[in-house]
């Protein structure tokens, strides 16, 4: 069973960037990794995922409402992923979840991933 640590949440204020990382221990780092987010009152939903598609081992793919400004990245060497987020808007305020797929290909549904961080705070201030 692989336990996740996510770090690097806080308060931001709008436009501000933040780096979230998520460690990885037990084994080595799954080949889908994914972040997803859940705001108060509403459902977890799915941020990025880095994983296989097709013969691409590091695809990445991103909900559209953070594509352009979130991007995903592993350290297979530190045994971390990363979410590097950027032009941050107070809708982006969740906590933010660091989460693990035994499978291969990429994944968007949450019950792909069977191993969950404990989350992070995200806060974007107007």
């Known amino acids: 069973q692989v336990r996740l640590v996510e770090s690097g949440g806080g308060l931001v204020q709008a436009g501000g960037s933040l780096r979230l990382s998520c460690a990885a221990s037990?084994?080595?780092?799954?080949?889908?990794m994914g972040w997803f987010r859940q705001a108060a009152g509403k459902e977890r939903e799915f941020v990025a995922a880095?994983?296989?598609?097709?013969?691409?081992?590091?695809?990445?793919d991103y909900a559209d409402s953070v594509r352009g400004r979130f991007t995903i990245s592993k350290d297979i060497a530190k045994n971390t992923v990363a979410l590097q987020m950027s032009n941050l808007k107070p809708e982006d305020t969740a906590v933010y979840y660091c989460?693990?797929?035994?499978?291969?290909?990429?994944?968007?549904?949450?019950?792909?991933?069977?191993?969950w961080g404990q989350g992070t705070q995200v806060t974007v201030s107007p």
């Open positions: 989460a693990a797929r035994d499978g291969l290909d990429l994944a968007r549904d949450r019950n792909a991933f069977g191993s």
């Open positions: 880095s994983g296989w598609r097709g013969f691409t081992r590091d695809a990445t």
């Open positions: 037990g084994r080595p780092l799954s080949a889908v």
